[in-house]
């Protein structure tokens, strides 16, 4: 995969999500292609319509940076989408060892276990590398060894966790693009996105769009089995001196109904009765 046209094939999908009026470009009957054309684009970014087909089709990959901020502003890129064009266009170095199995420094694997909250760490990949025993009782997809994108949309349990997840799916295949970057020759970045093509149309169909993502720290919604539905914060961060990795600490704004339900789990987690889903709800009532 390392020959592929990853420049152009990100302006060209970009490009098709653009509309006419998003562009200030009056419309005038029928037009047979989504988003605007090759010359729209071309003329609203000051560059003549061959050498913009030339970038679409690879055989120009050395674009300046003027011509890709031109770019990027018409195709109405964020920052983040922009400072990933401006990668996909910078010199790659060829990969010359595939890389062994990541592991957790005993630090932060200390850490994680230190911690009265959700956490785990992950992979550049998304895989995960450690998790507390909390992380694993919130959800068992959080245990080392899983792929949080390859079960998000091929193990239909996980799916029924997340009362968001048509959303939470666009955001993780967003932010999955965004932390490989140009990285796409790895055997692991080969692996992921292989199987997930094949056996996910919707994951298909969200990889084709090219959106890239910061990871941002969003509220994200939990439906537990045995306490219900819980609103947790999300933290990733960078574990230093191990590159790609990030720890991930999910939180519940102190003293709301899901701080209580997460207190129910963690006893749960420790060995109690588990609860059910009235005494989550009703923790007065016990």
């Not at 760490?121 to 245990?143: F, G, K, T, W």
């Not at 997840?165 to 692991?188: L, Q």
């Not at 919707?202 to 537990?224: E, N």
């Amino acid at each position: 995969m390392g020959e592929e046209n990853l420049l152009g094939e990100f302006v060209r999908a970009r490009r098709e999500l653009v509309t006419p009026e998003l562009a200030g470009i009056p419309v005038s009957g029928v037009r047979r292609v989504p988003g605007l054309r090759r010359e729209e684009v071309a003329m609203l970014a000051g560059i003549s319509a061959d050498y913009y087909l030339r970038l679409e089709q690879g055989r120009d990959r050395n674009p300046s940076v003027q011509v890709l901020e031109s770019l990027a502003r018409v195709l109405l890129l964020d920052d983040a989408a922009t400072e990933y064009l401006l990668r996909l266009a910078a010199a790659k170095p060829k990969r010359t060892r595939t890389p062994g199995r990541e592991k957790v420094r005993p630090s932060t694997a200390k850490l994680l276990e230190s911690l009265g909250l959700p956490a785990f760490v992950e992979s550049r990949y998304l895989d995960v590398l450690a998790a507390n025993s909390l992380a694993v009782a919130l959800s068992p997809r959080l245990a080392p060894g899983t792929n949080r994108l390859r079960d998000m949309f091929l193990d239909p349990a996980e799916q029924a966790l997340y009362p968001d997840w048509e959303r939470d799916s666009v955001s993780a295949v967003a932010g999955f693009r965004k932390s490989v970057g140009t990285d796409t020759d790895d055997p692991r970045y080969i692996e992921i996105v292989g199987e997930l093509s094949l056996a996910s149309s919707r994951f298909s169909r969200i990889w084709a769009r090219h959106d890239v993502l910061v990871c941002a720290a969003a509220p994200m919604r939990v439906d537990h089995p045995q306490v219900g539905d819980l609103v947790l914060n999300r933290e990733r961060l960078g574990v230093e001196g191990s590159p790609g990795q990030a720890l991930v600490i999910l939180h519940p704004d102190p003293g709301s109904d899901s701080a209580e339900k997460l207190t129910l789990l963690a006893s749960s987690a420790a060995g109690s009765i588990p609860p059910t889903r009235r005494e989550a709800h009703n923790p007065a009532d016990r």
